[in-house]
């Protein structure tokens, strides 16, 4: 029988809906450790994450999506023993490069502060960098089940991680409060702690499901490990150096925005920026990420059955589900921004939620731009052409960080200068990568499925939002209007969604009006 993983839409739900989840347990973290330990403690807690996350790209080098890609073009041949192969060697080899990883960042934790220009992060480097050794190898684990298009437990652990964090966080945020550095550090804690939970679990998943199939011993031979390091290396290499150029931009981001602004808070400004505005824009971005990932084996199997109908069949329905789901979002960011935010973020002063709304609205369409841009990244992949999102990424970064240059120092544009420079950076990214699928891979975007029926449920339900806010924006200021305004508004999308059959019976893997045969 088809299992239900097996459909490219159920296993992107799974995985979107686990990142989902997981963003909102992270944003429901964040929201109260922004209230305990401020705008300043957010700004230190966030200048650890783009080193952490460069060195993160660094320990995994693109493997894990080598690896899944491996093992699902594998089965699709009938490879089985082959696809074993490969997650053995890999998982090895992400383990030894998470270690080194590890230590590299920590002996490197003061001159790292130092650049940044706040010393007081040094300390946080030390103690998130055992999370180096645990995610790499999870994420082996994670992909071994991808690539056999078994989503859940990838968006199960994910979930279940972010709660651990949750828990661990705001317990060591409020023990050493009113010490914000210490409670800073506690809630760094959380991240390591977090993710060696996710490792016993995908592990504790990973030997029951062998047990069940009952799985024999393989042997690899030297040639074996030779073949395989090549054929992963073949496909991480360009990966790892896309990811390491995205991080790579978050990591000038945060020297830039601190060195270049100047006003005398550029520390806070940098925390609402990357704290409640990018929670915010995190949101979406995790419910669309799932597209990406399952798009990728999925995608892979399509393109080595050689069928290009099929092919081209399977981009549009990962970018009508990507641009599904990032439109509304996207628009409602635009919209709403000022209440959610108060919804949300209640204990801030008033002037920086003020700054955070204006923030979300000005980076609002970053969401769809970024949202398709990893599915193209993925497809792209799929179909052996990871070298050219290097390129593009690359050279998007590079519009960013001039950008960046140009506006920063203006007292006048002040941090919202991030939230243009990386709007633009994507808008860049999205349209050079779609032009070169058109153009080198022969795939074509259908413009009415993909774009005009998704914009158009957002138009009306634009117009729905309208006279709400006009009329009685007293009420929807409030958080039960607000919460209120969120779900109608949610309701008129997937309702004009529906009555425009956005999707059609085979794409969702259902049955079709034509007579069932056996």
């Known amino acids: 029988m088809k299992k239900n993983g097996d459909n490219f839409i159920s296993g992107a739900l799974i995985l979107s809906l686990g990142g989902l989840l997981a963003k909102i347990l992270g944003a429901l973290y964040r929201i109260p450790l922004t209230n305990i330990v401020g705008s300043y403690g957010m700004g230190l807690y966030q200048l650890v994450f783009p080193p952490y996350i460069l060195f993160l790209t660094v320990a995994q080098a693109g ?39 590890a230590v ?11 650049l940044q220009g706040n010393p007081e992060t040094a300390q946080a480097f030390l103690i998130v960098a055992p999370a180096l050794v645990f995610v790499p190898v999870t994420n082996a684990l994670k992909a071994y089940f991808q690539g056999n298009m078994n989503m859940t437990p990838s968006g199960v652990t994910t979930v279940i991680e972010q709660i651990v964090k949750l828990i661990v966080g705001l317990f060591c945020a409020v023990h050493f409060m009113p010490d914000v550095q210490k409670a800073v550090m506690g809630a760094v804690f959380a991240i390591t702690v977090s993710e060696f939970g996710s490792l016993a679990i995908m592990s504790a998943v990973y030997l029951a499901h062998r047990k069940k199939r009952r799985v024999g011993q393989i042997s690899i031979s ?8 090549q054929q992963i290396a073949s496909l991480a290499v360009p990966v790892a ?5 995205m991080q790579m931009s ?7 925005v601190v060195n270049l602004l100047t006003v005398p808070n550029a520390t806070q400004m940098y925390g609402l920026w990357t704290g409640p505005v990018n929670s915010m824009l995190g949101l979406p971005i995790a419910l669309s990420s799932g597209v990406a990932v399952s798009a990728l084996p999925g995608i892979t199997r399509t393109y080595y059955s050689n069928d290009a109908n099929s092919l081209n069949k399977s981009f549009n329905t990962a970018m009508k589900l990507t641009l599904v789901i990032a439109l509304p979002c996207a628009l409602g960011m635009i919209l709403l921004s000022r209440p959610i935010l108060s919804l949300l ?20 369409l970053s969401i769809v731009f970024l949202a398709v841009l990893q599915t193209c990244v993925s497809v792209c992949q799929a179909v052996g052409k990871p070298y050219a999102t290097v390129i593009i990424v690359s050279l998007s970064i590079v519009v960013k960080a001039v950008v960046n240059l140009l506006l920063l120092p203006d007292p006048q544009i002040n941090i919202y200068a991030s939230a243009i420079s990386e709007t633009l950076c994507y808008l860049f990214a999205v349209i050079c990568v779609i032009i070169y699928l058109r153009v080198k891979v022969g795939l074509k975007t259908d413009i009415n499925s993909c774009v005009i029926k998704p914009l158009a449920s957002c138009l009306v339900m634009s117009l729905a939002l309208t006279p709400a806010l006009t009329f009685a924006s007293g009420f929807f200021d409030s958080k039960w209007g607000t919460l209120l305004l969120i779900v109608l508004s949610g309701a008129v999308y997937f309702a004009v969604l529906f009555a425009l059959k956005a999707f059609d019976p085979s794409e969702l893997n259902l049955p079709s009006k034509q007579k069932n045969t056996r």
Not at 70 to 94: H, M, P, T, Y
Not at 106 to 114: G, H, T
Not at 250 to 256: A, E, F, L
């Open 222 to 229: 030297r040639g074996d490990v030779k073949s395989i390091a």
């Open 241 to 245: 150096l896309g990811g390491f150029a």
């Open 250 to 256: 978050q990591v000038i981001d945060s020297v830039m």
């Open 104 to 114: 590299l960042m920590a002996s490197l934790s003061k001159v790292i502060a130092d």
């Open 63 to 101: 493997v894990p999506i080598a690896l899944s890609k491996l093992i699902a073009e594998n089965n699709q041949l009938g490879n089985f023993d082959r696809s074993r192969k490969i997650f053995r060697v890999a998982f090895v080899f992400l383990g030894a490069l998470g270690a080194f990883s």
């Open 345 to 364: 973020y209640g204990n801030l002063p008033e002037a920086e939620i003020g700054i955070s709304a204006m923030l979300l609205s000005l980076s609002g």
